[in-house]
């Protein structure tokens, strides 16, 4: 097992916040986080590219070729890996691999399950020490909680993991009767996101989640914060929350 891997399996579930770029990666990991991974909507957002469409191969592995060789633990958000060819994307797993990072998300968009299967198999044939974590959509991206959409996230992990998978992730998930359902039936970690109406990360953890993402949560948070002090010095007001220093801020420079 590897260490990142090993992330997944302690006492308490793996918090793996998002990063979008050099310096949000640098500053998570010095409030103590073990691993930080990328968010495809961040990296998207920072080159000016859309997200979910394949747009941002290049960015995605220039950022993981900056952050590969940091102490810590690397897993980088690959959409459906830029291709639907499964060699190309191993290919870039490949690539990924070689710089540093020893994760891979990968999300369906709820195509075809045999296509994704495809991918993972490959991904694992050409870097089997990269942990892939196979993400489905059907409730990112689909109707609800029914039954109907419960089977077809339950065919997709199930082929997900037969293909060789690390663990499954199923974004979009906060009712936490399903959620430890989905464990019991699971041989491999589960990953939800955090989201701030659903469950508390304690909760998650109860019913048996060994990872959390915070997904492009941070970064849209810190555009938050950016629009209220901006708003807050055109009303004569002082800005408030945290604010790293420009020394602090300049430290994150890879030396």
Same mark, same amino acid.
């Given at each position: 097992m590897t260490a990142f891997a090993d992330l997944h399996h302690q006492d308490e579930p793996l918090l793996l916040p998002n990063a979008w770029d050099h310096a949000s990666a640098r500053a998570l990991a010095g409030q103590g986080f073990r691993a930080v991974a990328t968010t495809s909507l961040g990296v998207a957002a920072v080159a000016g590219l859309p997200d979910g469409v394949a747009a941002t191969r290049e960015e995605t592995l220039r950022?993981?070729?900056?952050?590969?060789?940091?102490?810590?633990?690397?897993?980088?958000?690959?959409?459906?890996?830029?291709?639907?060819?499964?060699?190309? %994307? /191993?290919?870039? #797993?490949?690539e990924l691999y070689a710089v540093g990072a020893v994760g891979i998300n990968l999300e369906d968009?709820?195509?075809? %399950? /045999?296509?994704? #299967?495809?991918?993972?198999?490959a991904v694992k044939k050409a870097a089997p020490a990269l942990f892939v974590n196979a993400r489905t959509d059907t409730h990112w991206l689909g109707e609800g909680d029914g039954d109907g959409n419960t089977r077809d996230t339950l065919t997709r992990l199930d082929a997900y993991r037969q293909a060789g998978a690390d663990g499954v992730f199923v974004p979009g998930l906060t009712d936490l009767r399903q959620i430890a359902a989905l464990v019991r039936h699971l041989d491999v970690p589960l990953n939800v996101l955090y989201s701030p109406g659903g469950p508390p990360v304690a909760h998650l953890a109860d019913v048996g989640v060994r990872r959390i993402s915070l997904g492009s949560l941070l970064y849209r948070r810190a555009l938050g914060a950016a629009l209220e002090a901006v708003a807050d010095i055109r009303a004569g007001r002082m800005p408030t929350g945290v604010t790293p220093s420009y020394d602090e801020v300049a430290g994150f420079a890879t030396r």
């Open positions: 950022l993981a070729f900056a952050l590969g060789s940091e102490p810590f633990q690397l897993s980088v958000d690959a959409e459906g890996g830029f291709s639907d060819d499964p060699d190309e %994307v /191993a290919e870039f #797993a490949r968009g709820l195509g075809p %399950v /045999a296509r994704h #299967a495809a991918k993972i198999a």
